[in-house]
């Protein structure tokens, strides 16, 4: 069944309403009442919101110059950088918990949600195959290997939010030291976009690349999808949980360089420098490496390499300041999405619903945005032609979202993921068992416009 979720300005005067009654009656009888869950759109209007912000700092980095005149980094390179994909991978950890219905999934209703995983793991794993031919000095095409890092997750919806937790820091703290000690072992990554060529002709290759030796190495960035999944079994529509992840987020965030900055300073440098000669760099590609970052990795001349915390490295530092920045990045959007003024929050929708729009069809727009650095189209200078993108990409998400719903690519997705769900819940287990409402329906906000006369787009 296809059902459209409707936001209008009214959904949104409620919702705000509800905050307000929620916030009185707890401070009247000093604790939460029923109304401090205003509704599930608000949720996923700042899920949404988030997500299409990270989509915008994604081209960003892709379409505009990594360093200024003098060489060094550019500030939206040094602010996005890193963040943008991982802000990705835990927004996905975040999909899969409201896949799931926000809970543990038992192991006797786990056909459904384990045959849905698969199918939409392998769905996007072919959309990035096809999009193998695209230059990769471009952007590298993180799609495949969020296919991966899919099939990695399934197991994870078996076990309480605990010890996914537990799950999510041993692999932040582990698998980089594995990491560290395999690439040495293992073959040199190409580090091209793999497409279906590479996985008929050399699949174990295209397997170990896309796990361990690649720019997105589904091995580390499985401490992302953690996180996002913890998180998503949060109720987020509670302050006290939106505000515990914001000061979380800022805490890894801030945290994470500073402590990459003492060890490199103190120890970490002099043996980095000293092991100069076998590291595979000389010593300007190594000040280029600690300020711009790597593809995935570190080199393996010295365990020093892990007190690193550049983007795409892998190492336990920047896993947990990319895992902050988007903590708190979720966090912003959630709390822009409850404010109860109404004037501010007439203003703040005007930004949260495009960015919303962006957001509920990431990967058309991603797509879309891979196909459009690769063709004849993009003959504009840098700075030129991320405006464009960002704003043909954001006009053409709010009117399909405001009036067709779910993306196409989405659409695909969802269509083939669930109807392989129901047919292996026909083995007799209740068909949609330990699946959300969520996550089959497609999310449509239609915006009525208010008195003002104002019109959206």
């Known amino acids: 069944m296809t059902q459209t979720v409707n936001l209008t300005w009214d959904d949104l005067d409620r919702a705000a309403e509800a905050n307000r009654l929620a916030t009185a009656a707890r401070r009247t009888n000093g604790r939460a009442s029923a109304s401090d869950l205003p509704a599930g759109r608000s949720r996923l209007l700042g899920v949404d919101a988030a997500r299409g ?55 006797s209703a786990g056909s459904g949600p384990v045959a849905a995983l698969t199918v939409r793991a392998l769905a996007i794993g072919a959309i990035g195959l096809a999009l193998g031919y695209a230059d990769a000095s471009l952007a590298s095409v993180i799609l495949p290997f969020y296919a991966v890092m899919f099939l990695l997750a399934i197991p994870l919806v078996f076990l309480p ?34 497409g279906f060529g590479h996985l008929v002709g050399d699949p174990v290759a295209l397997l170990t690349e896309l796990t361990v030796t690649g720019e997105f190495p589904a091995m580390t960035w499985l401490a992302y999808l953690c996180a996002g999944l913890v998180v998503g079994r949060l109720a987020l529509t509670r302050m006290r949980a939106i505000l515990g ?77 990319t895992t902050g920045s988007a903590l708190a990045l979720l966090a912003v959007m959630l709390l822009a999405s409850r404010v109860t003024r109404s004037l501010p929050r007439r203003a703040i929708s005007l930004l949260l619903l495009p960015l919303a729009a962006a957001g509920g069809m990431v990967l058309t ?26 704003v043909a990409f954001v006009s053409f998400a709010f009117a399909w979202w405001a009036t067709a719903g779910r993306g196409p690519l989405e659409g695909l997705v969802t269509a083939i993921s669930g109807g392989t769900r129901r047919l292996a ?33």
Not at 92 to 102: D, H, P, S
């Open 53 to 107: 912000a990270a989509l915008l700092a994604m081209i960003a980095v892709h379409s505009l110059p990594e360093s200024d005149a003098a060489g060094q980094p550019t500030w939206w390179f040094t602010a996005f950088a890193g963040r943008a994909s991982a802000a990705f991978a835990v927004l996905a950890g975040v999909g899969i918990a409201f896949l799931t219905a926000r809970q543990r999934v038992r192991l």
């Open 365 to 390: 727009l991603y797509t879309a945005h891979i196909m459009f650095m690769n063709s004849d189209l993009d003959s504009f200078a840098p700075v030129p032609g991320y405006l464009a993108q960002v």
């Open 245 to 321: 992840m914001l000061g979380t987020g800022v805490a890894f965030a801030v945290a994470a360089p500073v402590a990459s900055s003492v060890l490199l300073d103190r120890y970490g440098l002099q043996q980095i420098s000293v092991t100069q000669p076998t590291s595979g760099l000389d010593a300007t590609q190594i000040a280029e490496f600690l300020a711009f970052g790597g593809d995935g990795s570190t080199p393996t001349s010295t365990w020093w390499w892990l007190a690193v915390d550049a983007p795409h490295t892998g190492t336990p530092l920047d896993l947990l300041a």
């Open 161 to 194: 939010t605990w010890l996914v937790a537990v799950t999510g820091v041993v692999v932040a703290a582990a698998a980089p030291v594995l990491q560290h000690l395999l690439l040495p072992r293992l073959p040199e990554p190409t580090y091209d976009n793999p």
């Open 425 to 457: 819940a026909r083995d007799g287990r209740r068909p949609g068992a330990g699946m959300s409402r969520y996550a089959p329906e497609p999310r449509t906000y239609r915006v009525e416009p208010p008195a003002t006369g104002w019109r959206p787009g």
